[in-house]
């Protein structure tokens, strides 16, 4: 069956735009992760969904990176007014529950001019 | 808070031969998963292996296995006969199974090479 799929496989924008990072989990998975992965920070846990329970953002860095998942499926992950230091790989992940082992999506590689 | 340490940033084996990647942790709690995923230069982060803590046996799947050593909080995995498509980052992490959010905790990685 279809994997994780995340959109855009590859976003390149200039300091201070917005963008929009798409997840689109495993069907039936209920919960949903959004990691970080950058050379000096390593893989770094954003935020997860679970069902219709409110979001843990604990691992959200700012208040500029929010995240939304509609309908228990579809997942947008937004940074504002980007800066240098997003420039990163965003990985999304789902999951049957939370405690199931997490399948990953391919990432959005972010590069911030 | 949990933290998870590779202490070996590259590692290289011949093919065939078998090589064992080092992952130690640090937790309080005793109930708890520990996972190797693999990470190919595509991105996609791949689930090795895991295993539950309860679990006193260690977990294994064809050519890789764990050493899982709970109270010196040690995970290693070996990988037997090791072929050219493992050549990737493989990354330790960690889930606390007892909280309400099963985010993992990952290690920096170990970058793993095959010599042909």
């Known amino acids: 069956g279809a994997g994780v799929s995340q959109s855009p496989s590859n976003k390149v924008t200039e300091k201070g735009k917005d963008v929009e990072l798409r997840c689109d989990p495993i069907s039936g998975h209920t919960a949903l992760y959004w990691y970080r992965q950058s050379l000096g920070q390593g893989l770094e846990f954003l935020i997860y969904f679970q069902g219709n329970s409110a979001p843990d953002k604990s691992g959200l860095p700012s208040d500029r990176f929010s995240a939304e998942r509609t309908g228990g499926s579809v997942s947008t992950l937004t940074i504002q007014r980007t800066q240098q230091e997003d420039s990163a790989v965003y990985l999304c992940?789902?999951?049957?529950?939370?405690?199931?082992?997490?399948?990953f999506g391919d990432g959005t590689r972010l590069s911030i001019l | 808070a949990q933290t998870v340490t590779q202490s070996q940033p590259e590692m290289s084996v011949q093919e065939a031969e078998t090589v064992t990647l080092s992952c130690t942790y640090d937790t309080s709690e005793s109930d708890y998963y520990l996972f190797w995923y693999k990470q190919p230069p595509s991105r996609q982060m791949i689930l090795v292996i895991r295993?539950?803590?309860?679990?006193?046996q260690n977990a294994t799947e064809n050519r890789f296995s764990v050493n899982f050593q709970k109270a010196a909080k040690s995970f290693s995995l070996k990988i037997s006969d090791s072929q050219l498509g493992d050549a990737a980052m493989y990354f330790c992490?960690?889930?606390?199974?007892?909280?309400?959010?099963?985010?993992?905790?990952f290690g920096k990685g170990t970058l793993l090479t095959v010599n042909p």
């Open positions: 992490a960690y889930d606390y199974s007892g909280g309400s959010n099963y985010k993992l905790t």
């Open positions: 295993q539950e803590a309860y679990k006193q």
């Open positions: 992940a789902s999951s049957f529950s939370g405690a199931q082992p997490q399948h």
